[in-house]
């Protein structure tokens, strides 16, 4: 197999990205994952992989801790950096608990010494990739909740903050007017405003709409102030 060709068999799993600078192991750990019907990818260097990999789909890495350039460490902190979805499992011959524990703390799956087990192998890629979706789903989910906040006009989106907090449309006109009194608005315009947020955010209630604005980090300084 060459690096950088993707193996797969007739029904594929996960998508496996291998990164180790030992040529030997890439390839006998694709034709291992291939046999499982995992697709597998396989990179000389984390250059490489961190230059052609798509880090915002989901899947698995392989990495290894030690490797001529890029460290396996710095390959995971650049994942990290970027936002990545992928799950990682660390492999390597040295057996350095001290950085197994802090990689695993930090996000890292698994840490396997090299050779690992077939078995405790595919069932960490597989936990991984598993992880690696699910976090991936609720990236998308919330992009999806971000998407449609930000089609609220700034009117709106004054006026969902205040309706999150479970207050009436009343006390949200009083709130309005007291933080600025040249826009004065009534009631009958504040629930106007509020059914078109509840139709553009796909909610029914004000309890769902301050969920999704304390979810989105957006309920700093919701309490309404009366003189």
Known sequence: MNDHTTAQSHTPLHPVYIVDDDAGVRHSLAALLLARGHQAQVFA???EFLAQTDLTQPGCVLLDLRMEGMSGLQVFEAMRQRGS?????FLSAHGELASAVAVVKQGAVDWLEKPCDEATLIAAVQRAACLSHEVAAEAQRRSLLLERWNALSPRQQEVARLVATGISSKEVARALAYRDPDRPIDPRTVDTHRSAIFLKLDIRSSHE????????GLTEGLAPRFS
């Open 85 to 89: 979805v992928l799950k990682t499992v």
């Open 45 to 47: 260097s984390g250059a």
């Open 209 to 216: 709409l301050g969920k999704l604005v304390e979810e989105l």
